[in-house]
């Protein structure tokens, strides 16, 4: 079992960024496909960006493309979404996201972390 702790959200104004981390508990954090996901008031979950276990494939929501940057660090169980040139629509609650069902297994979320940015 993983246990998932973000951390790093706040208010930004436009333009600003921000670093998220994810710090996960457990002796098998490095083979866990990790992701960051987002949602907003009023609206459901989505995905924001994800990396395998091996950090060698990734992949990006679309309108984050160019701005967010996911990387982990499996030496200290955590993986990080750096947020450039944040816009006020990515205003939300981010939550980090540990999946091993491609391999059978269970998939695992934090609390999530507020992140608000001012226009």
């Known amino acids: 079992q993983v246990q998932l702790v973000e951390s790093g959200g706040g208010l930004v104004s436009a333009g600003g960024s921000l670093r998220l981390s994810c710090a996960g508990s457990?002796?098998?954090?490095?083979?866990?496909?990790m992701g960051w996901f987002r949602q907003a008031p009023g609206k459901e979950r989505e995905f924001v960006a994800a990396?395998?276990?091996?950090?060698?494939?990734?992949s990006y929501e679309d309108s984050v493309k160019g701005r967010f940057t996911i990387s982990r660090d499996n030496a200290k169980n955590t993986v990080y979404l750096q947020m450039n040139s944040l816009k006020p629509e990515d205003t939300a609650v981010y939550y980090c996201?540990?999946?091993?069902?491609?391999?059978?297994?269970?998939?695992?979320w934090g609390q999530g972390t507020q992140v608000t940015v001012s226009s």
């Open positions: 990396m395998d276990e091996n950090g060698a494939k990734i």
């Open positions: 457990g002796r098998s954090f490095s083979s866990y496909s």
């Open positions: 996201n540990a999946d091993a069902r491609f391999r059978g297994g269970s998939s695992y």
